[in-house]
């Protein structure tokens, strides 16, 4: 079974600061990640995806995270947040070896201030 | 990506009662799910639910609590059956592309008194 950990519930951080948000999982069996993001109020989105090829992939809006296999690591990283940026993060996983379910993290919530 | 809708966008219910919460996709989906998100906490998935077979509830969650229809490639209903304020969730369905992505719904914002 798959499990995903994000140490950090709350990231408080001013605007324009640099931020990275942790996400460590376990699995037995190669895996795809997620970060997915939830504004206040509103549905989860995904932000970015790590299936196969390059382990550094890229959101439109600036944050990137990089698969580590060798840790276990899928951080989310951002070089200069946004007031906007303000929402929860919620790092996901599931299998590669056909469609399984999404194993979530417990979610991290970003606070950006001015 | 696949745009979902969630009818009702909220509910208040009083303990004892049912909900039952539809959830309408653009196009058609093979696997659709539901997901419980209780305040301040992740998401849990309570079922898979595909077109034309029963739903596959997770450990925890069991049918005469949470049943499920899914009727046609677009549609599919989660009701929430004799509610406790244990209840008060926000209930999210989901799609898969087929691209390993998921895709979600606005919710339904649960509230039981």
């Known amino acids: 079974a798959q499990s995903v950990t994000q140490l950090d519930s709350q990231v408080p951080v001013f605007e324009e600061a640099p931020v990275e948000l942790r996400c460590n999982y376990s699995?037995?069996?190669?895996?795809?990640l997620f970060w997915y993001v939830q504004y206040p109020n509103q549905g989860l989105q995904l932000l970015l995806k790590?299936?196969?090829?390059?382990?550094l992939v890229e959101s439109i809006n600036g944050f990137e995270a990089e698969f580590n296999k060798s840790q276990t690591s899928f951080h989310l990283r951002k070089p200069s947040v946004h007031i906007s940026d303000t929402a929860e993060y919620f790092c996901?996983?599931?299998?590669?070896?056909?469609?399984?379910?999404?194993?979530f993290g417990t979610g991290t919530r970003l606070l950006v201030s001015p | 990506s696949a745009v979902i809708s969630q009818k009702p966008s909220r509910d208040i219910c009083q303990r004892g009662t049912s909900l039952t919460i539809q959830c309408q996709v653009d196009?058609?989906?093979?696997?659709m799910f539901w997901y419980r998100q209780q305040p301040g906490q992740s998401l849990t998935l309570i079922a898979t639910?595909?077109?034309?077979?029963?739903?596959?509830?997770e450990s925890g969650f069991v049918i005469d609590k949470f049943p499920i229809s899914r009727p046609n490639l677009t549609f599919s209903t989660l009701t929430v059956s004799n509610m406790s304020p244990e209840d008060s969730s926000i209930y999210l369905c989901?799609?898969?592309?087929?691209?390993?992505?998921?895709?979600f719904g606005p919710g339904t914002r649960l509230t039981v008194t």
């Open positions: 989901s799609v898969e592309d087929g691209g390993y992505e998921q895709y």
């Open positions: 996901a996983v599931t299998m590669n070896t056909g469609f399984q379910k999404l194993v």
């Open positions: 699995s037995s069996v190669s895996v795809y």
């Open positions: 639910a595909n077109q034309g077979s029963e739903a596959t509830y």
């Open positions: 196009s058609q989906v093979t696997m």
């Open positions: 790590y299936l196969s090829g390059s382990t």
